[in-house]
C-alpha cells in the first residue's frame, strides 16, 4: 500500500495568513494527488485534484503543487472558513490512501 | 445537482449484519465510478471499496476484504455495501462517493453512521 505522510499533523495560524501543507507519498503517485477539506460535523470536499486542479467553486487562495512523491497544499490569506482539517489522498493504486490530516486552526 | 444519500447506518452486535445504500441523482450515474469511504468520529479517512460502472471490477480495502460486499443497481441508480461478520472496528460514519477526474472523490454524502457494539 502507499503511506501518505502529512505535515504537521496540526498548526495554528491568524486570519490573514499563509500556510503550507506538505504530503509526502511512499511511492511516486504520478499526478493522481487530491486534496480535501473537512470542518467539524461535514463531509469532506473537494479542494485540488490531479496535484493542482482546482475543484469547481473552490476560490482560488488554494493551490497545489508536487510532483511524484512530495506535494504541497498552499492557503493565502486565511479567512475564519477555512479552519478545518485538511486531508491529501492518492488515487493512484488501490487502496486509495489518504494522509492522517493536518487541523489548521486559529 | 449531484447528490448520493446515503442510509442504513444503525446499532448492531459483533458479528451481526448490515446494508448500506446509497442513492444517486443529478449525473449520469452509469458512467462512474462509486467508493465508499469511512470515518470514526474524530479520526482520519478510511477508503473501503469501489464498484465500477458495470460491477465488472470490485475492490476492497484489506480490513474489510471477504467481509464486505459492495454491489450496485443502474437502474436503480444506487450502490449498496453488504457487511457481515461486523467488528467493533467497524464503527464509523460511512461516505458514498462519486470518482471524478484523476480518480478523486468529487462529490459523496453526508454519511451514515455505523455502530458495532454489545
Not at chain 1, 502529512?6 to 494527488?33: E, N
Not at chain 1, 475543484?55 to 503543487?65: E, L, R
Not at chain 2, 443497481?73 to 444506487?78: V, Y
Request: net charge negative; glycine share 10%; hydrophobic share 30%.
Amino acid at each position: 500500500d502507499i503511506q501518505m505522510t502529512q505535515s504537521p499533523a496540526s498548526l495554528s495560524a491568524s486570519v490573514g495568513d499563509g500556510v503550507t501543507i506538505t504530503c509526502r507519498a511512499s511511492q511516486s503517485v504520478s499526478t493522481y494527488l487530491s486534496w480535501y477539506q473537512q470542518k467539524p460535523g461535514e463531509a469532506p470536499k473537494l479542494l485540488i485534484y490531479g496535484v493542482s486542479s482546482l475543484q469547481i467553486g473552490v476560490p482560488s487562495k488554494f493551490t497545489g503543487s508536487g510532483s511524484g512523491t512530495d506535494f504541497t497544499l498552499t492557503i493565502s490569506s486565511l479567512q475564519p472558513e477555512d479552519f478545518a482539517t485538511y486531508y491529501c489522498q492518492q488515487s493512484y493504486r488501490v487502496p486509495y490512501t489518504f494522509g492522517q490530516g493536518t487541523r489548521v486552526e486559529i | 445537482e449531484v447528490q448520493l444519500v446515503e442510509s442504513g447506518g444503525v446499532v448492531v452486535q459483533p458479528g451481526g449484519s448490515l446494508r448500506l445504500s446509497c442513492a444517486a441523482s443529478g449525473f449520469n450515474f452509469n458512467d462512474y465510478i462509486i467508493h465508499w469511504v469511512r470515518q470514526v468520529p474524530g479520526k482520519g479517512l478510511e477508503w473501503v471499496s469501489l464498484i465500477n460502472w458495470d460491477s465488472s471490477t470490485t475492490f476492497y480495502a484489506d480490513s474489510v476484504k471477504g467481509r464486505f460486499t459492495i454491489s450496485r443497481d443502474n437502474g436503480k441508480t444506487s450502490v449498496y455495501l453488504q457487511m457481515n461478520s461486523l467488528k467493533t472496528e467497524d464503527s464509523a460514519l460511512y461516505y458514498c462517493v462519486k470518482e471524478g477526474s484523476y480518480s478523486a472523490f468529487d462529490f459523496g454524502g453526508q454519511g451514515t453512521m455505523v455502530t458495532v457494539s454489545s
